[in-house]
């Protein structure tokens, strides 16, 4: 598994990151996990090359912050370990995001909330430091705090050892750059995909430039690009995937238009020996400014189709055909 610097933290974490959020559970997932099966899972992860195991409290409520960190029991040192903070439900401090998964959730960066956030995760991880420590979302108003203030409590931590490393998640540019100033993050995540490429016309050209890590989701498009999800699939309701905010793409016509596209890369997956998944997510770390793609995966079968595409380098005769096809597709038919 080839590796990259997790920005200037110096940290190398491999290219294909786990992303923990499905081995929370819950309802969006249109059906549980098994625990056991998880951390087998993400020990299986470890031992494919897979280092970066990206997780937050708000998936599964501290389930998968728990999976995680039984999973990391006598593994500790194999792994670059990252959370987040920022997403709050305990109480209305914050100001309310949405409801979730059952729960009022709130963003709150409030130096409160985030000495109760760092204890807590660092109790569900059984552990005594987290190697990258990440805003989830940023603070919006009525209960905005400013970054200054929410990056002074990081900076604290990690003077005390709790944290080895800084980052944001779904910052726009201006406040990538007030965090850039505030402190020393060295890492920037955020959706990204061959579908949805706006972070190409500025954080990623910024990043790059800056030397901050990048860490994309929804690189697979929620299993859309592996190929996988056919047109028979009906989503529940409740289903994160029946979201059509944030997954516009999975619409049966917009379905339909992506799947006629991944069957006319055969002859590239034949070329490489690879699946579609795992050409997606080589063309994706292939991409100016991106240093780590986050895949989930709830199995064995799952994390060791993912890591393979780690090893995998694509041509660049092929990585431009891709971006011509990807751009040919257009934008999605609206719900």
Same mark, same amino acid.
């Given at each position: 598994?080839?590796?990259?610097?997790?920005?200037?933290?110096?940290?190398?974490?491999?290219?294909?990151?786990?992303?923990?959020?499905?081995?929370?559970?819950?309802?969006?997932?249109?059906?549980?996990?098994?625990?056991?099966?998880?951390?087998?899972?993400?020990?299986?992860?470890?031992?494919?090359?897979?280092?970066?195991? #990206?997780?937050?409290?708000? @998936?599964?409520?501290?389930?998968? %912050?728990?999976?995680?960190?039984?999973?990391?029991?006598?593994? *500790?040192?194999?792994?670059?370990?990252?959370?987040?903070?920022?997403?709050?439900?305990?109480?209305?401090?914050?100001?309310?995001?949405?409801?979730?998964?059952?729960?009022?959730? @709130?963003?709150?960066?409030?130096?409160?909330?985030?000495?109760?956030?760092?204890?807590?995760?660092? *109790?569900?991880?059984?552990?005594?430091?987290?190697?990258?420590?990440?805003?989830? /979302?940023?603070?919006?108003?009525?209960?905005?705090?400013?970054?200054?203030?929410?990056?002074?409590?990081?900076?604290?931590?990690?003077?005390?050892?709790?944290?080895?490393?800084?980052?944001?998640?779904?910052?726009?540019?201006?406040?990538?750059?007030?965090?850039?100033?505030?402190?020393?993050?060295?890492? #920037?995540?955020? *959706? @990204?995909?061959?579908? $949805?490429?706006?972070?190409?016309?500025?954080?990623?050209?910024?990043?790059?430039? $800056?030397?901050?890590?990048?860490?994309? @989701?929804?690189?697979? %498009?929620?299993?859309?690009?592996?190929?996988?999800?056919?047109?028979?699939?009906?989503?529940?309701?409740?289903?994160?995937?029946?979201?059509?905010? /944030?997954?516009?793409?999975?619409?049966?016509?917009?379905?339909?238009?992506?799947?006629?596209?991944? =069957?006319?890369?055969?002859?590239?997956?034949?070329?490489?020996?690879?699946?579609?998944?795992?050409? &997606?997510?080589?063309?994706?770390?292939?991409?100016?400014? &991106?240093? $780590?793609?986050?895949?989930?995966?709830?199995?064995?079968?799952?994390?060791?189709?993912?890591?393979?595409?780690?090893?995998?380098?694509?041509?660049?005769?092929?990585?431009?055909?891709?971006?011509?096809?990807?751009? =040919?597709?257009?934008?999605?038919?609206?719900?």
């Amino acid at each position: 598994m080839k590796q990259k610097p997790l920005g200037n933290s110096g940290l190398s974490a491999s290219i294909v990151g786990l992303g923990a959020w499905v081995l929370g559970g819950g309802q969006l997932w249109g059906q549980d996990t098994d625990d056991a099966e998880s951390v087998r899972t993400i020990q299986a992860a470890l031992d494919l090359g897979i280092n970066l195991i #990206d997780t937050a409290p708000a @998936y599964g409520w501290g389930r998968s %912050e728990r999976v995680v960190g039984r999973a990391l029991m006598g593994r *500790r040192d194999r792994a670059i370990l990252a959370t987040k903070c920022g997403l709050w439900w305990e109480d209305a401090r914050g100001s309310f995001f949405t409801d979730f998964d059952g729960k009022k959730l @709130y963003r709150s960066l409030r130096p409160d909330t985030l000495q109760l956030e760092i204890e807590n995760s660092l *109790r569900r991880l059984e552990t005594d430091y987290i190697d990258l420590y990440q805003t989830h /979302w940023p603070s919006v108003p009525p209960d905005h705090t400013p970054i200054a203030d929410t990056m002074a409590v990081l900076l604290k931590f990690k003077d005390q050892g709790k944290i080895r490393a800084i980052g944001v998640c779904n910052v726009s540019l201006d406040e990538l750059k007030e965090n850039l100033r505030c402190g020393g993050i060295v890492s #920037d995540q955020f *959706r @990204y995909s061959m579908l $949805h490429r706006e972070a190409e016309a500025d954080i990623l050209p910024f990043c790059a430039q $800056h030397q901050i890590a990048t860490l994309t @989701y929804m690189s697979l %498009e929620q299993g859309l690009l592996t190929g996988k999800i056919g047109m028979d699939r009906v989503f529940k309701p409740t289903e994160f995937r029946s979201n059509t905010y /944030w997954n516009d793409w999975l619409i049966p016509v917009n379905r339909k238009r992506v799947l006629d596209l991944l =069957a006319s890369w055969k002859d590239l997956t034949d070329k490489y020996a690879c699946t579609l998944s795992q050409l &997606v997510i080589a063309w994706t770390a292939a991409q100016h400014g &991106v240093t $780590h793609v986050l895949a989930g995966g709830r199995n064995l079968a799952q994390v060791s189709e993912n890591a393979k595409a780690g090893d995998l380098t694509l041509e660049a005769a092929d990585l431009a055909r891709i971006r011509k096809d990807v751009i =040919a597709l257009g934008a999605p038919a609206k719900a």
